[in-house]
């Protein structure tokens, strides 16, 4: 299964890399070994929620930029309302990150 590293970014990706950074540097885990384990964390988010994750969401917002980078979207929406079955919720700014899950199979 190919995966995207764009979990990486959240902030569990970010606090997983510091703590292997930190394990890296002292002595305790192998670099090869640190690249294993980012690995596998995009392989099971990635699988996580294809599989476990039910919910809808709807987003209407005020579209700020948006640009295309190898088939790799983002999105920044300002006074942004996301909506889904638990209530509706006004945030000033959201960052969207999309990818076509079609190039996963390639």
Known sequence: ?????LYRRSTIGMCLIETLDQMVSNGILSPELAIQVLIQFDKSMTEALETEVKSKVSIKGHLHIYRDCDNVWTFILQNAQLKSEEGLETVDSVKIVACDSKLLTQ
Do not use: L, N, P
């Open 1 to 5: 299964m190919a995966t995207f590293e």
